[in-house]
C-alpha cells in the first residue's frame, strides 16, 4: 500500500533496541491526515492522491480551499503518485478512501521512509562552510587569505573571459527541499502521535515533513 504523512519535526533523542544498539533519532509529530484528492488519469492525466494537515483557524484559509476539504481548514497539501507498479497493464494505486484520515498507525516498527524537508537557511556564506574548501595555506606570507576562494579562471582559458557556469562561489546556503532515503521507523506511537525515525532530517523544529512508505 501506498504510504504518505505529513507531520513537524520534533526532538532528537536515542533510541535503544532490544538488541541493545543505539540509534540517534528524530521525533516527528503527525496529527491524522485528511485524503482530500484522489486524481485519476482520466480527470487529471495522472494517478495520485492528495492530503492535508496541520490544522488552523478558518480565518486563515481562503473560500476555494474551505470548499475544497468540506469546510475543514487544513494548512498544507501534498500529493503522493502510486509506485510504477504495473497490474493488468495498469498502475496499481491501493489509494485510501477520499475523506477518510492518515495516522501514525499505517506505519509499522522496520519500515524504511524516505523522508523530504526543507533544510535550515544559513545565509550568505563563504567557499569553505558551503563547499568545504580548504583555504589558502597558514605560512609563508598569507595574511588575510585562509578562507579565499582562490582562481576563479581570470580571462581567457577555457571560459573565454567569463566566469565559468557552475563556479562554486560564496553564496546563499541552506533553505532547499532535502530527500533522505531509506531511514528505519524505530517506534509507532499512535497515542500521541508521533513516528520516532533513524537519523537527521531536514530542518528546524517545527518544520513540516513529508513521510513517505
Same mark, same amino acid.
Given at each position: 500500500?501506498?504510504?504518505?504523512?505529513?507531520?513537524?519535526?520534533?526532538?532528537?533523542?536515542?533510541?535503544?533496541?532490544?538488541?541493545?544498539?543505539?540509534?540517534?533519532?528524530?521525533?516527528?509529530?503527525?496529527?491524522?491526515?485528511?485524503?482530500?484528492?484522489?486524481?485519476?488519469?482520466?480527470?487529471?492525466?495522472?494517478?495520485?492522491?492528495?492530503?492535508?494537515?496541520?490544522?488552523?483557524?478558518?480565518?486563515?484559509?481562503?473560500?476555494?480551499?474551505?470548499?475544497?476539504?468540506?469546510?475543514?481548514?487544513?494548512?498544507?497539501?501534498?500529493?503522493?503518485?502510486?509506485?510504477?507498479?504495473?497490474?493488468?497493464?495498469?498502475?496499481?494505486?491501493?489509494?485510501?478512501?477520499?475523506?477518510?484520515? *492518515?495516522?501514525? =498507525?499505517?506505519?509499522?516498527? %522496520?519500515?524504511? @521512509?524516505?523522508?523530504?524537508?526543507?533544510?535550515? /537557511?544559513?545565509?550568505? &556564506?563563504?567557499?569553505?562552510?558551503?563547499?568545504?574548501?580548504?583555504?589558502?595555506?597558514?605560512?609563508?606570507?598569507?595574511?588575510?587569505?585562509?578562507?579565499?576562494?582562490?582562481? *576563479?579562471?581570470? =580571462?581567457?582559458?577555457?571560459? %573565454?573571459?567569463? @566566469?565559468?557556469?557552475?563556479?562554486?562561489?560564496? /553564496?546563499?546556503?541552506? &533553505?532547499?527541499?532535502?530527500?533522505?532515503?531509506?531511514?528505519?521507523?524505530?517506534?509507532?506511537?499512535?497515542?500521541?502521535?508521533?513516528?520516532?525515525?533513524?537519523?537527521?532530517?531536514?530542518?528546524?523544529?517545527?518544520?513540516?515533513?513529508?513521510?513517505?512508505?
Amino acid at each position: 500500500m501506498t504510504k504518505l504523512i505529513l507531520g513537524t519535526k520534533g526532538k532528537m533523542l536515542t533510541v535503544f533496541t532490544d538488541d541493545g544498539r543505539a540509534f540517534a533519532a528524530t521525533v516527528v509529530n503527525a496529527a491524522p491526515n485528511m485524503v482530500t484528492q484522489i486524481k485519476t488519469k482520466e480527470k487529471e492525466g495522472y494517478a495520485a492522491m492528495q492530503v492535508g494537515a496541520l490544522e488552523t483557524k478558518p480565518v486563515r484559509i481562503n473560500k476555494a480551499q474551505l470548499g475544497h476539504t468540506k469546510g475543514k481548514a487544513l494548512r498544507f497539501f501534498r500529493e503522493l503518485r502510486p509506485r510504477a507498479a504495473m497490474v493488468g497493464g495498469e498502475v496499481a494505486t491501493n489509494f485510501p478512501e477520499l475523506g477518510s484520515t *492518515i495516522d501514525v =498507525s499505517t506505519f509499522t516498527v %522496520g519500515d524504511k @521512509v524516505t523522508v523530504s524537508a526543507v533544510s535550515k /537557511g544559513k545565509g550568505f &556564506q563563504g567557499v569553505v562552510k558551503r563547499h568545504g574548501f580548504h583555504g589558502g595555506p597558514r605560512s609563508h606570507g598569507q595574511k588575510h587569505s585562509e578562507r579565499s576562494p582562490g582562481s *576563479i579562471g581570470g =580571462s581567457g582559458g577555457r571560459a %573565454g573571459g567569463r @566566469v565559468a557556469k557552475g563556479m562554486r562561489m560564496a /553564496g546563499r546556503m541552506g &533553505q532547499d527541499r532535502v530527500t533522505v532515503r531509506n531511514l528505519a521507523v524505530l517506534q509507532v506511537l499512535p497515542e500521541t502521535n508521533e513516528l520516532v525515525i533513524a537519523g537527521a532530517i531536514p530542518g528546524r523544529r517545527g518544520t513540516l515533513v513529508e513521510i513517505r512508505g
